[in-house]
């Protein structure tokens, strides 16, 4: 067997790699047929239908804050 090098431990912490963001809560009124897409949807993917509306409200509003 070749010499073993001891490397030192590089990676980050456990609370370092928790990237919070700031969340606000609000409450929205939404169509019916939208919610029920987000729900089937998430059934398949095994994911929340929240997280999924999230999701495309931040890609729409990266999308816009770039091109603002």
């Keep these: ?3 073993l090098k001891v490397v ?3 990676l980050p912490s456990p609370h370092q790699l928790v990237l919070k963001e700031e969340n606000v809560k ?7 047929n939208s ?3 987000f ?9 929340s239908y929240q997280k999924m509306i999230r999701q495309v409200l931040d890609w729409y ?8």
């Design 61 to 68: 509003s990266a999308n816009f804050q770039k091109s603002a």
């Design 8 to 10: 030192e431990d590089f």
């Design 26 to 32: 609000v409450t929205i009124s939404l169509i019916k």
């Design 35 to 37: 919610v029920d897409f």
């Design 1 to 3: 067997m070749e010499k």
């Design 39 to 47: 729900k089937k949807e998430a059934k398949e993917h095994r994911t």
